[in-house]
């Protein structure tokens, strides 16, 4: 059974890139598109954007400027790097694997998410 | 503000059928059939519940169903039970430079 883990710093300062990771256990890799979701207090879910197994990503508009997303097959991580962060990207960040079926993803199953507060 | 408009909290007692809506637009539920539906137990993972529409995955309770009508699409849950007790996010592929989008969330109460 596949089960994803994120990991982060918990908090971040204003105008520094957060980093999270993502480590998958019990499954492959290849065959599926990673993506990073958010949830800001008192929000919805966000999605922000995708990896393939080939390296091509996919990401929010509002978001591409400042996001990047990445894939290391051999060590099963996924990585998301946003940078000049600001209190609106106070969240929890899921990191939902994705199965394509018709052109459109599926996430399942997620992580638990980990929370960073972007803050001084 | 979420894309896809859900009400902030439903209750139901024990036993009884609850209904939480999930509206869009066109451009997403309206347009197509890839509506989802995820729980979520407090500091849990997410869990896909019902994709497209109104399918359910492996190991998913039947008491769980999906539907949709023009740009709301609905998640009944029949026989509520407390462990039913949990956030529900709607989720659907959009054909917008957001290529997906979720709902506000929805809390279920069990009376």
């Known amino acids: 059974q596949v089960q994803l883990q994120e990991s982060g710093p918990g908090l971040v300062k204003p105008s520094e890139t957060l980093y999270v990771s993502c480590k998958v256990s019990g499954g492959a890799m290849s065959d599926y598109w990673w993506n990073w979701i958010r949830q800001s207090p008192g929000k919805g879910l966000e999605w922000i954007g995708y990896v393939d197994d080939s390296g091509n990503t996919n990401y929010d508009p509002s978001l591409k400027s400042r996001v990047a997303i990445s894939l290391d097959m051999s060590g099963n991580q996924v990585f998301l790097n946003l940078s000049s962060v600001t209190a609106a990207d106070t969240a929890v960040y899921y990191c939902?694997?994705?199965?394509?079926?018709?052109?459109?993803?599926?996430?399942?199953?997620w992580g638990q998410g980990t929370l960073v507060t972007v803050s001084s | 503000q979420s894309a896809l408009t859900q009400p902030a909290s439903v209750s139901g007692s024990l036993g009884q059928s609850i209904t939480i809506s999930c509206t869009g637009t066109?451009?997403?539920?309206?347009?197509?059939?890839?509506v989802s539906w995820y729980q979520r137990h407090p500091g849990k993972a997410p869990k896909l519940i019902i994709f497209?529409?109104?399918n359910r995955p492996s190991g998913v309770s039947i008491r769980f169903s999906g539907s949709k009508s023009g740009n709301t699409a609905s998640l009944t849950i029949s026989g509520l039970q407390t462990e039913d007790e949990a956030d529900y996010f709607c989720?659907?592929?959009?054909?917008?430079?957001?290529?997906?989008?979720f709902g506000s969330g929805t809390t279920v109460n069990v009376l």
């Open positions: 939902a694997r994705g199965s394509m079926f018709r052109g459109v993803l599926r996430f399942d199953p």
């Open positions: 989720s659907s592929y959009s054909n917008t430079a957001v290529v997906y989008v």
């Open positions: 497209e529409v109104h």
């Open positions: 066109n451009t997403d539920i309206g347009g197509y059939d890839y």
